[in-house]
């Protein structure tokens, strides 16, 4: 599905948002709906006989604001812990036009951009960046098919940076002698052999897991219908469910692509420590492309919906994205920092990554779904024929 609109992220600036870390979103869409439900049920309309109050209505709007109450003091736990020293990154906002960025003619102008703000030295007083970070599909085309000089530029940038480049770009290789596509970050420094970029097989790697419905896979049995219509849509394969974060200045750092941060579940793998006993994550990075969106509301919605997953996961975010917004979030929700959209720019910044898992890290939706299914049972109950 497409759950951008889910009512519990309205509540982020509220003291429902303090059940995040234990909840999750649908839990405060729950925690939301009861609430404006239990006001409604209050109310009485003017010139019409009224009915006789029902002290079950009242109860329920006490309820609510205890519960909602409830989420100030909620919000004061610290469920994680600094972990390590903060990490210096620098956010790359290209704002190339859609129109433009799946432009053959345009390919070079686009990476030269994105190569200046790269390769920018930092500003006065500012540290140097140790990673940095480009957005969804830098490269429109596929790794294997950029030359290989442009390549060897991006490595050298990223010895004079004396930092780790991770950029958005779609992959093809070949996994037991099937060719593979997937829409991937690439991470590399100056010392990641030329080869290793060219045939994607870099040591820090990590593929879109939930794809997009028609714009990067096909459903199952609509291929005859595109292959008939001969329409050019990409068919990506799917990305493990838990990859190994980019481990950077004692940082582990795990990113999603796109819409991929609307699924809270999605990230909670990457949390968890690997079957090999490696660290989980300590940050968490999107990168997106929202230039199908303009100037619309899209951008800040898409910003607030990263501030949630923040305040679920007790872990800080960054956002790199190609027309914004690119921003900074702190492990309780809040904006450090942040580029305005639509301007092409660079964004500094030092981010603390966090250790310690909260309820909802732990156990996801189940939490939520427990206390849906305790309500249907309760109403279930309420509301049953009584015999005389």
């Known amino acids: 599905g497409f759950p951008w609109l889910n009512i519990g992220y309205a509540q982020v600036d509220?003291?429902?948002?303090?059940?995040?870390?234990?909840?999750?979103?649908?839990?405060?869409?729950?925690?939301?709906?009861?609430?404006?439900?239990?006001?409604?049920?209050?109310?009485?309309?003017?010139?019409?006989?009224?009915?006789?109050?029902?002290?079950?209505?009242?109860?329920?709007?006490?309820?609510?604001?205890?519960?909602?109450?409830?989420?100030?003091?909620?919000?004061?736990?610290?469920?994680?812990?600094?972990?390590?020293e903060p990490l210096n990154v620098r956010l790359v906002q290209g704002n190339i036009e859609q129109s433009q960025k799946f432009d053959p003619a345009l390919l070079d102008q686009s990476l030269r951009r994105h190569l200046e703000l790269a390769a920018m030295p930092p500003a006065p007083g500012v540290p140097a960046p140790q990673m940095v970070i480009l957005p969804e599909t830098v490269l429109p085309v596929f790794q294997d098919q950029l030359d290989p000089r442009v390549w060897e530029i991006w490595r050298e940038v990223a010895a004079r940076q004396n930092a780790v480049i991770a950029m958005g770009a779609p992959v093809h290789d070949v996994v037991n002698g099937r060719d593979r596509y997937t829409n991937s970050v690439l991470g590399f420094d100056g010392q990641t052999p030329a080869s290793q970029l060219i045939s994607g097989a870099t040591a820090m790697r990590y593929d879109k897991r939930h794809l997009v419905p028609w714009g990067e896979y096909v459903p199952p049995g609509f291929h005859w219908f595109v292959e008939m219509l001969n329409i050019p849509l990409g068919d990506f394969d799917r990305g493990a469910e838990r990859q190994t974060p980019f481990a950077v200045g004692g940082q582990h750092i795990a990113f999603n692509i796109c819409y991929e941060d609307l699924f809270g579940p999605d990230l909670l793998p990457a949390l968890q420590s690997g079957p090999n006993g490696e660290p989980g994550a300590t940050i968490l990075v999107n990168v997106s492309n929202l230039g199908w969106f303009g100037d619309s509301w899209a951008l800040r919605q898409h910003l607030q919906i990263g501030r949630l997953r923040t305040i679920e996961t007790a872990r800080p975010m960054l956002t790199a994205t190609n027309t914004g917004i690119t921003a900074a979030i702190d492990a309780k929700g809040h904006v450090a920092a942040q580029l305005a959209p639509l301007r092409p720019g660079v964004l500094p910044v030092s981010v603390q990554g966090m250790a310690g898992l909260t309820p909802y890290a732990r156990f996801g939706d189940k939490s939520a779904l427990a206390l849906i299914g305790l309500a249907l049972i309760a109403a279930f109950g309420i509301n049953r024929p009584r015999r005389n």
């Open 14 to 84: 509220s003291p429902i948002a303090g059940w995040a870390p234990l909840l999750g979103v649908h839990g405060m869409a729950l925690l939301s709906a009861f609430a404006a439900a239990a006001i409604a049920s209050l109310w009485r309309p003017a010139g019409q006989q009224k009915p006789p109050r029902d002290g079950r209505h009242a109860l329920a709007a006490g309820v609510a604001l205890a519960l909602a109450a409830a989420g100030w003091p909620l919000s004061r736990i610290d469920w994680s812990a600094p972990s390590g």
